[in-house]
């Protein structure tokens, strides 16, 4: 079985190690409100709902001092609060302790800060030269939920809308700008952990990220949502219930919050997902049947627990530091972690900047029929799939592209019977040529190519799914996935040299030495794994783990000796292990290119006899391969299209 998994992650490095920022525009200069660390700065009102908690200052000029409705009690440490006229009452506890009462020093001082807003507002408005216009899903209003930009400066001539997560991937020092005309909505959802984010990757920092809004509302951050950068409104900023910003609020009118968390000087985050999947074939649970936690020292983080979530999973912004993923234990499943983001045992460790993925994978423990049939002449039947996009950059929505797809018979020692393609966001899939015997069945020195055309709204990451049979008469499922990001947006210029603008696909497959059930007691077993690069760029750092063999080889093939996995080769790799019962593991691959990651999963299986069952001899928990094969079938693919982990979405 081959699982081919790409996640892109987006970096963009201009100019030399000297320079002030590594790449994107020139900061925006806040002057004196960064000088005296404003947080919520507005020219009439700041209302609140209590309690907020905000970490820098706050203040109103142009307004009356009884317009600020925040009390002391909700800024932390020594942070204050600026009016203009000493008119302030003290919120919703008449805490006034805080205060640094105009007119004077303090009403110029914040006088001055509101002057500087202005001066803000119009150097971000007015850079010119974006690297993206009206990026995003929509007629007018744009969605930009789901996308991944790298630093620059991005203009769009209407409203923009945030209704899924979107990523900024850069260095610690590059600068993004967003100069909106119209409004900025982040939709709205119910908790923390399930609420809209703008997530940052790479070292990115929130004080180098600016939201310019010209609309008539101004920006409004969603129910639980978390922001990151600061917002430039010429009318209002408004902060739903449990909103999170961490960066500054600075409005030309007011500031709404309600039950709020703000941090003009937030620490440089990690964002962790973790995806829950379950592999069913005699039970029924869910990812949501599970309980998820994420603990730091032995305390759940913020929104955990929580129930699991697959694909795309539950998003964390977290501090750099260790970290344990685990979930409440269900004795009719088993247990594993894989992804990069962690290790066997769940364990996470994050440095600023990072952005990880976990997967936890359930496979209950099947009830076999006693009757089931078997014997030495089973192989365990594999199968492969590649998928590969064209384009793979499209400038412009509603754009035509066309999937391509090879099926092959990964195994080699049977025929495939029931052979089919299936694929999440394009339909039909059709069959173009590759049954040479007209046999409808997959031989082993057969390839058959597939192929299906979709016409694409926005950046978008698809599925295949590759099903098969195999011919001994037991029907055992082989199954097999693909996956691939078409990018949306891409300027048209940039469009002919799109190799440097996507990201790396990259595929492994797996095959055990022995495909035939060992005797009882086990043996032995040598896993081969052959990875290729489908796409168009080469890649480096490429690893190869496997969850359940630790000594892989150094890979052979690389032909120029440039320590690249150049798109003409293939690089094979070995690692020898002892099972002594049926066992199910995942190899995981991991390339990257242009600043993104592409990541490959391959499954097998190793049977091995048990006494006792007359027929087949196969441990009641542990040989899933020959389960009823409809059961199976439908189980490997809940398992495949659960496997779509948050794959970001570049634009440029």
């Not at 905000?54 to 009690?73: D, L, R, W, Y």
């Not at 495909?515 to 760029?537: D, W």
């Amino acid at each position: 079985m081959v699982i081919a998994l790409v996640v892109p992650f987006v970096l963009s490095f201009t100019g030399s190690i000297s320079n002030v920022h590594a790449a994107g525009p020139l900061p925006v200069d806040l002057l004196s409100i960064t000088t005296n660390n404003f947080a919520v700065l507005a020219k009439t009102t700041i209302t609140d709902v209590p309690s907020s908690s905000i970490t820098g200052n706050i203040g109103v000029s142009g307004g009356t001092g009884f317009a600020i409705k925040p009390s002391c009690s909700e800024l932390t440490g020594t942070n204050k609060i600026y009016d203009v006229d000493g008119a302030y009452g003290g919120g919703f506890d008449s805490n006034t302790s805080c205060l640094m009462a105009g007119p004077g020093a303090n009403k110029t001082l914040v006088d001055n800060a509101v002057l500087d807003m202005g001066t803000a507002y119009g150097d971000a408005a007015g850079r010119t030269g974006p690297n993206g216009t009206n990026l995003g899903a929509g007629v007018s209003d744009k969605d930009i939920g789901g996308l991944t930009f790298a630093p620059g400066l991005y203009k769009w001539d209407n409203s923009v809308l945030i209704n899924s997560d979107v990523s900024l991937s850069g260095g610690a020092s590059d600068v993004w700008i967003f100069q909106i005309a119209g409004d900025l909505t982040v939709d709205s959802k119910g908790t923390i952990p399930l609420g809209i984010k703008v997530l940052l990757s790479g070292g990115a920092k929130a004080e180098n990220i600016f939201w310019q809004v010209g609309g008539g509302t101004g920006a409004t951050l969603g129910t639980y949502s978390t922001f990151n950068g600061t917002i430039l409104s010429a009318k209002q900023v408004i902060l739903l219930t449990g909103a999170v910003l961490n960066g500054r609020a600075l409005a030309d009118s007011q500031v709404v919050l309600q039950k709020n968390t703000i941090n003009s000087s937030p620490v440089s985050l990690a964002t962790l997902h973790v995806v829950k999947l379950v592999v069913n074939a005699s039970h029924t649970a869910i990812p949501s049947d599970f309980s998820i936690h994420v603990k730091n020292g032995g305390v759940d983080v913020s929104g955990s627990p929580t129930v699991g979530a697959s694909s795309p999973g539950t998003s964390y912004s977290l501090a750099a530091g260790s970290y344990v993923v685990s979930e409440n234990i269900n004795s009719l499943y088993t247990q594993s972690f894989s992804g990069t983001g962690c290790d066997s045992s769940g364990n996470v460790s994050l440095l600023a900047g990072d952005d990880k993925t976990c997967t936890i994978v359930n496979t209950d423990i099947p009830i076999v029929p006693s009757g089931l049939i078997g014997g030495s002449n089973m192989v365990v039947p594999l199968i492969g799939i590649l998928k590969v996009p064209s384009p793979l950059a499209l400038s412009s929505a509603s754009s035509s592209v066309t999937y391509n797809y090879t099926v092959w018979n990964v195994g080699g020692r049977q025929a495939l019977t029931d052979v089919s393609v299936v694929d999440d966001k394009c339909s039909p899939v059709t069959l173009l040529s590759g049954d040479l015997n007209s046999d409808n069945k997959l031989d082993p020195s057969e390839s058959w190519k597939y192929k299906c055309t979709t016409t694409l709204s926005k950046t978008t990451t698809n599925t295949a799914i590759a099903t098969g049979h195999s011919d001994d008469g037991l029907n055992q499922t082989a199954i097999a996935t693909a996956v691939s990001t078409v990018v949306v947006g891409v300027p048209a210029p940039l469009l002919p040299n799109a190799g440097g603008l996507v990201a790396p696909l990259i595929n492994i497959t797996k095959v055990p030495s022995r495909l035939t059930p060992f005797p009882y007691g086990g043996g032995n077993v040598m896993y081969s794994y052959r990875v290729t690069n489908p796409g168009i760029v080469a890649m480096h750092d490429v690893v190869v783990t496997d969850d359940k063999c630790s000594t892989i080889s150094k890979p052979f093939g690389d032909a120029n000796n440039n320590g690249l996995l150049d798109p003409s080769e293939s690089w094979s790799y070995a690692c020898q292990t002892r099972v002594t019962i049926s066992t199910r593991n995942t190899a995981t691959v991991e390339g990257k290119a242009n600043g993104f990651s592409a990541i490959g999963y391959a499954f097998a299986t190793v049977l091995v006899a048990t006494p006792g069952l007359p027929n087949t001899g196969f441990p009641l928990q542990d040989n899933a391969m020959v389960l009823n094969s409809i059961l199976f079938a439908g189980v490997l693919s809940l398992l495949s299209i659960s496997l779509v982990v948050v794959l970001k979405k570049r634009v440029n």
